[in-house]
């Protein structure tokens, strides 16, 4: 009991509630063979016995009986002398096994077995943790806020396991109090040296997709498929949604009467505004569709394959003047996640526009290309569309100055003029 006595004296072993007996003992069993084949140059004539149910663990060291004053190798040898002292029949050539102590290994080499067996087991905590972990990727997950630094907020879970949030995963509207409990999903588990690295996140679409499934029965039930997620986090969302139930309206079971099903996700997510629209394999309709709230007028599709982005081709979105900045919304919110849903670059073209008016871009020569993209960003393509708003109104839609917006028009008007 000597030997077991030691190893309970480890302190980090006494209260620890993560590995079980048996799993311990084995460990042990690996560790002390090593220490020992350390020590000796092998461990061939050693015998470590386990009892995992009991606890109990013994090591027996086998030396052969030679003639005394022949011993070349201690550790595996014994003079016969020294042996009949243990029982006096023993005889040369005889297995002699004697019990083996770990104390008889020495201080240091108990510190080094300690230090071994304490690596191991966390090796052990950390694999287990992992493989927990990795099973919940892309699942909903809560977790307590420890601690807040710049750049990453530290969550413990019910366990005491550290799983981080980083600034990137964050809705920019977040704040966060130590002790609060935080939801979100595991987006990714990964092993790095022994300790798992756990990422949870709130910004990535597959959380919205786990909300829906939480805060509304038919989703979660199948009777409504989620075919489609683009989001700016905390800014807008669009969802598309399906139901193969014909009684079931998808969209108007996922909002809730007035609104009702979607408000505590909303909530959830710092006001993030959410539109949800109905899925169909009609690729026009469905795009007509993405650009909710703008009333399109038809569509032009020009599937292109090969393209770097990854989208599936460009489209053509002809709208009325007055839609224009409907479909593309403040900052051009709206279009970049209508783009995002459909897999396609969409272009925005005025319908009925004056065979008169001449395309921004036609200016490249005199006008900068950034201050044409901002004009662009907020529905302004065209001279006369430029030409029709005030100072005032154009200083407040986009980010130009004052002067700039001045020589702009200059431009544009000599332009007409000529």
């Known amino acids: 009991m000597e030997n077991i006595a030691l190893i309970e004296s480890f302190s980090e072993f006494k209260d620890d509630k993560s590995i079980d007996r048996a799993t311990l003992m084995a460990i042990l069993e690996e560790v002390i063979g090593a ?42 040898e014994i003079e016969l002398s020294e042996a009949q002292k243990i029982e006096e029949d023993y005889e040369i050539d005889e297995e002699v096994p004697e019990e083996f102590k770990l104390s008889d290994l020495g201080r240091r080499d108990i510190l080094a077995l300690r230090q071994n067996l304490v690596s191991k087991v966390y090796e052990h905590d950390s694999s287990n943790i992992y493989k927990y972990f990795k099973e919940l990727e892309g699942e909903l997950f809560s977790a307590e806020v420890h601690h807040i630094r710049h750049n990453v907020v530290v969550l413990l879970d019910d366990d005491g396991n550290e799983i981080v949030l980083p600034k990137s995963e964050q809705i920019k509207s977040d704040f966060y109090r130590k002790g609060e409990t935080i939801r979100g999903i595991i987006k990714s588990v990964e092993l790095r040296g022994n300790k798992p690295n756990i990422v949870l996140s709130r910004t990535a679409p597959e959380f919205l997709v786990k909300l829906f499934e939480q805060e509304i029965p038919e989703v979660f ?10 989001r700016i986090p905390g800014e807008k969302a669009k969802v598309a949604v399906d139901s193969y139930d014909e009684r079931i309206d998808p969209v108007g079971a996922c909002v809730g009467m007035k609104g009702s099903r979607i408000h505590g996700i909303v909530r959830e997510l710092g006001n993030e505004n959410i539109d949800v629209i109905n899925y169909t394999k009609n690729e026009n309709l469905f795009i007509q569709r993405a650009l909710s709230p703008a009333n399109v007028v038809s569509v032009k599709i020009h599937p292109e394959e090969g393209r770097k982005d990854g989208k599936k081709g460009r489209v053509d979105v002809f709208l009325k003047p007055e839609e224009v900045s409907k479909a593309i919304g403040k900052g051009g919110v709206n279009i970049k996640l209508a783009s995002q849903l459909t897999g396609y670059e969409l272009d925005v073209q005025r319908e009925g526009v004056d065979d008169e008016d001449v395309e921004l871009t036609e200016f490249s020569d005199e006008i900068e290309n950034w201050v044409i993209k901002e004009f662009q960003r907020v529905g302004l393509d065209t001279a ?5 708003q005030s100072l005032i109104d154009l200083t407040n839609r986009t980010d130009l100055e004052e002067e700039t917006i001045i020589e702009v028009q200059r431009i544009l008007k000599e332009e007409f003029e000529n």
């Open 35 to 76: 220490t020992i084949k350390r020590k000796f140059g092998d461990d061939d004539n050693f015998d470590i016995i386990i009892n995992p149910d009991k606890g109990d663990m013994e090591i027996w060291r086998n030396r052969i009986v030679v003639a005394d004053g022949t011993v070349e190798d201690p550790h595996k």
């Open 221 to 230: 039930e199948g009777l409504i498929t989620i075919e489609g997620v683009a």
């Open 384 to 388: 006369k569309s430029v030409l029709d």
